[in-house]
């Protein structure tokens, strides 16, 4: 057996050639390998062992799973595991390019089976330099004569995810999932295998279950339910392997065993999960929606920062995630979808001697009276505005700020007249019907008709309104896929998707300094198929500011911080820590003000006035900087929390509390803050400045002590880190 060994980027991988020529991935980590640790389930190899290990990989660590209907899968698999796939199991090594280009090493490997399926498949891994993140994709092509069904195909596969070290997976494997929902985004759990029922009960035994660990999205909402990345941790090894799937649609991935060892495989839409698959002609391809995978010691804050880092690669440049702006936004606890000019004025006044830098008019512009189930044409409404949506938007610009305006384009209601008039191909159907939603169709973006639509939208907003930020909502859920032109709805679907995504980038050639902000109810579709295009994310509909406090802190897990828009609406019956607490939500982040501000006392609106300032001052390191949790993730049930960022020489803290008894919390900040030399000089609250805060730092152990004497409060700190 030959070993091909790649070391770039602080990522250690090893390919095994086996005798009969077929490439095996063995190892995907921070640290060497070991040949030994394939040995299972004892730490040295024993000469049966030896022979054990070689029928083992000969049988798994495959490279890609690819299956196709209609052919066999001979070895153990068990269930609907995404193994032992045909022609998977058959590719046989052709060659590897290893080049490089202006981002990085480049690692290109072509497999083939000529014998059975007729098959060629290209895996693609291209490195980040100055970052240890891969991003992988899978390219497959039928090179028969006769039609073939593609029903899997993996982004990314790796099997021996816990071969270091000796302990059972059960005393030493983490993984964490994201839990996401609309008002409880960026939920992070973290669960051994046992939890999730595959436990390791007698390491002695062969290891084998039908049992799967499965995370999926089915549907448009690419995260309804969970992020679409997850976190792997060995602690005996102190190894971590991380992921990112970048698609707007339906995806998944499982962990599972195979031979006495554990897989992950990674992937888009699956027939099993999604309702997808695909008809390839002779000579026709497949690529699989691209995933980053990572690696790092098992530190959370680590592996996070690696990805913020290849996040900020992959993102289409633009001004929005350079200068960050301060935006204000007429809907979260405000006029809540019912503008009209008479209540845009006073606000726009408000929000401009405030320092907001964009004023966005949310939902409600385009209609008078309710308007849900008739939207689709996107014309202002007369009753609402009299003399045109112009003369709001004039002001706006008069009062020195960028103009915005609301747009779900993605669906027409079914009130909506052009939607009564237009064919059945503008939208999804299945079963022979339009697919209904919350009273919506979802229009179809591989249809030309529709882009024009979309397209008239855009131009007429952006020229006749003078509007530079579009808040870009999408609030139904059209479930898998659409039968229209499609070998399967999940076809469609993907087919749409990627449509969509080519719509976009036509947007931004026609107007690149155009801002659209991502939003699907909120945070329901944080995904970096989107991300990497637009340069701002909704993170939440969340309309109680304490219960926001959990989505802000680890919202810098699932997006860079200058990309995380966080509302700050202090209410109109609050106190001064109600609004310093809603300002803190924000300004670690980006700030979408809104509220009543002209409402507020005097007091109250000083205290928003500062807070913007304040971020102003530090934005500049925001678009530079990395996340940490020194106490660990922020839950939902937590009634203190903390998160930060920092740079090389500096950090900011948010602290929050709700209701707790004790008054006064620890926060550890040497593990995160301190590297090789490094200590905390100074450390002082910078937000609120003329309120009172109690706190204490204790230079020799490094920790910070924050008392807090209300039920509900937060501050925020900066850190000065000296060499």
């Known amino acids: 057996m030959e070993y091909i060994k790649i070391k770039e980027n602080g990522i250690h991988i090893v390919f095994a050639l086996t005798e009969e ?53 001979p070895y153990e698999k068990h269930g609907n595991k995404h193994i032992v796939t045909a022609p998977g199991y058959l590719l046989r090594y052709v060659d590897m390019e290893d ?97 999730l029922g595959m436990a390791q009960t007698q390491p002695t035994v062969t290891q084998r279950t039908s049992q799967v660990i499965e995370v999926t999205n089915t549907g448009n909402w690419s995260t309804k339910k969970y992020l679409p990345m997850g976190y792997l941790e060995n602690t005996e090894a102190h190894t971590s392997f991380y992921w990112q799937i970048e698609h707007n649609g339906s995806w998944h991935y499982e962990i599972g065993d195979q031979n006495n060892t554990y897989y992950l495989c990674v992937s888009g839409p699956t027939e099993l999960q999604s309702q997808w698959y695909q008809v390839l002609n002779p000579g026709e391809s497949f690529e699989t929606v691209p995933v980053a995978v990572g690696v790092a010691t098992d530190d959370f804050d680590t592996a996070m920062g690696e990805l913020t880092k290849y996040r900020r690669m992959i993102r289409r440049p633009n001004k929005d995630d350079e200068e960050l702006p301060v935006i204000f936004n007429d809907y979260m606890n405000c006029l809540f979808g019912d503008p009209t000019t008479e209540k845009e ?129 999408y609030n139904i859920e059209p479930g898998a896929g659409t039968e229209i032109d499609a070998d399967s709805v999940g076809h469609g679907l993907l087919e749409h998707e990627k449509a969509y995504l080519r719509w976009l980038d036509g947007v931004f050639e026609r107007y690149p300094d155009l801002v659209i902000e991502n939003c699907s109810s909120g945070g329901l579709r944080i995904d970096y198929a989107l991300l990497s295009r637009c340069s701002i994310q909704s993170t939440s509909d969340q309309e109680d500011y304490r219960n926001y406090a959990t989505i802000a802190a680890n919202a810098i897990a699932g997006v860079t911080p200058e990309q995380a828009a966080v509302w700050s609406y202090p209410m109109k019956n609050g106190d001064k820590e109600e609004v310093i607490y809603n300002m803190i939500n924000a300004m670690l982040l980006r700030i979408h003000q809104s509220g009543h501000l002209a409402e507020l006392s005097e007091e109250r609106l000083d205290l928003v006035k500062e807070g913007i300032a304040c971020y102003k001052a530090i934005r500049g390191d925001i678009k530079h900087a990395l996340p940490f949790w ?94």
């Open 630 to 723: 020194p106490n660990g993730l922020a839950d939902n049930k937590d009634t203190w929390l903390c998160s930060g960022i920092k740079t090389e020489d500096k950090a900011y803290l948010a602290v929050w509390k709700r209701y707790d008894k004790e008054n006064t919390w620890m926060i550890d900040l040497r593990k995160s803050l301190l590297e090789s030399g490094k200590s905390i000089e100074k450390v002082r609250c910078i937000y609120p400045t003329k309120e009172a805060t109690e706190f204490n730092f204790d230079s020799e152990k490094m920790e910070l002590s924050v008392t807090f004497d209300k039920p509900v409060m937060a501050r925020l700190f900066e850190i000065i880190i000296s060499k």
């Open 345 to 473: 004025l006073p606000l726009i006044d408000v929000a401009a001697e405030s320092g907001c830098e964009y004023y966005v008019i949310d939902a409600g512009w385009y209609a008078p009276g309710e308007w849900w189930d008739s939207v689709g044409e996107w014309k202002e409404s007369k009753e609402r505005f009299p003399k045109g949506i112009k003369e709001v938007t004039d002001y706006i610009r008069k009062k020195g700020m960028v103009a915005g305006v609301w747009l779900e384009l993605e669906v027409m209601g079914i009130e909506c007249e052009k939607a009564k008039k237009a064919p059945d191909n503008w939208f999804f159907v299945r079963h022979g019907k339009r697919v209904f939603d919350r009273s919506r169709y979802q229009l179809d973006f591989r249809n030309p008709e529709v882009i024009t639509h979309v397209d008239e939208v855009i131009d007429r907003v952006v020229r006749d309104y003078g509007v530079g930020y579009i808040k870009m909502d």
């Open 21 to 73: 020529n077929q490439i095996k991935l063995l190892h995907f980590s921070n640290t060497e390998f070991n040949s030994d640790d394939l040995c299972k389930p004892s730490s040295e190899c024993k000469p049966e062992e030896v022979s054990r290990r070689e029928q083992y990989i000969k049988e798994a660590f495959q490279l890609v799973q690819v299956n196709l209907a209609g052919y066999n899968r």
């Open 99 to 195: 080049t490089r280009n202006e981002i990085g090493r480049k690692l290109v490997i072509t497999q083939e089976d000529t014998e059975v399926t007729n098959t060629r498949v290209v895996t693609t891994m291209q490195f980040y330099n100055g970052t240890s993140v891969v991003r992988c994709y899978n390219k497959v092509t039928n090179i028969g004569t006769e039609a073939q069904t593609l029903e899997y195909i993996s982004s990314f596969c790796y099997t021996g995810i816990e071969k270091e070290g000796v302990m059972s997976s059960d005393d030493k494997m983490n993984i964490m999932i994201p839990f996401n929902g609309w008002q409880k985004e960026m939920s992070w759990k973290k669960f051994n295998f046992a939890d």
